[in-house]
């Protein structure tokens, strides 16, 4: 599912991707953190934000209506998709103001050697 947030004049400014699978590879991985992750009642996002508009106030409402909707598809946690850099402070800022909470560290093989931290909300 896609959660758009688009200007009057068209311009697409947010793009939030509400994945209802999780792959093995993050089954595996949050495995290895002691958590279990049930595929019928966990599902990932995918949130973007233009650099332009963050900080305004956007990002807050698609996510809260994302977890809406997973709600009412009878999902109990939500996923931050192949976590977060953990240089990215605002992001983490921004995802444990919304209920995420960090679970694990991992260094995938696309990030040169950057760590990643994977974050999860219950809902």
Request: proline fraction near 5%.
């Amino acid at each position: 599912l896609r959660l758009i947030g688009v200007l009057p004049d068209g311009e697409v400014i947010a793009y939030f991707i509400l994945q209802l699978t999780v792959p093995d590879h993050e089954i595996e991985r949050y495995a290895g953190y002691g958590i279990t992750i049930n595929s019928e009642t966990t599902c990932r996002i995918a949130p973007s934000v233009l650099d332009a508009y963050q900080n305004q106030g956007i990002g807050s409402p698609i996510m809260a209506q994302a977890f809406d909707i997973a709600r009412r598809m009878g999902y109990e946690h939500i996923l931050l998709q192949e976590g977060v850099y953990g240089h990215n402070l605002r992001a983490r800022h921004f995802y444990s103001k919304m209920g995420f909470r960090e679970v694990g560290i991992f260094v995938p093989t696309w990030s040169a050697g950057r760590p990643c931290h994977d974050m999860m909300v219950d809902l």
